[in-house]
């Protein structure tokens, strides 16, 4: 009997670190599947289509949003985004981990088609180490600046919708923890009671009476 993977989701206010701490993941856990988003976003200097998103027109986007397409999606400082629904009931099917760095609100309607996942909440250490994270980006206006910094704190109010929550003090702590998380979510008796349920039948079946 083949495990069903786990659905990792990893949100948290921009300026949290989530792609720091994604990549940073990606080599100590190298058999985690990680879902390529689409977004109707400008690339970024340095981001590659089809490595770091699939890059869509807002046509484009919207046409996957009226076919089914998308697991999640939602609009974010005006861009849309969202995860491909194939890509992610291949791999847990075949007992792979995947894992979706994605915003709250994307965060919560896969909640809803997925409640068994695994919801992580990332958060920086205090407000004033987010606003040095966002200014540190140097791609940010002062308008877009206010819109980030000032949505911060209503995101914050996101993490009781979530499974666990993980301070991004230092990326290699905040990497530990996740990886303990996952390790301990792969053992819980709920996440495995179909194949203990059947061990216990197979041994009440095979027991061997002494009296």
Known sequence: ???????????????????????????????????????????????????????????EFKRMMEQDELLEWAEVYGNYYGTPLHYVEEQIAMGKNVLLEIEMQGAMQVKKKYPNGVFIFLIPPSLEELKKRILGRGTETEESFNLRFGAAAGE??????????????????????????????LCSVKRNREYYNKLIQEGQKNAVSFD
């Open 1 to 59: 009997m083949v495990q069903k993977g786990l659905l990792v989701v990893l949100s948290g206010p921009s300026g949290a670190g989530k792609g720091t701490v994604c990549k940073a993941l990606a080599p100590v856990m190298p058999d985690m599947g990680y879902s390529i988003s689409c977004t109707t976003r400008q690339p970024r200097e340095g981001e590659v289509e089809g490595v770091n998103y699939f890059f869509k027109t807002r046509e």
């Open 156 to 185: 914050m109010k996101y993490i009781n919708e979530y499974d666990y929550v993980v301070v991004n003090d230092e990326v290699e702590k905040a990497v530990d923890r996740i990886r303990s998380i996952i390790t301990a979510e």
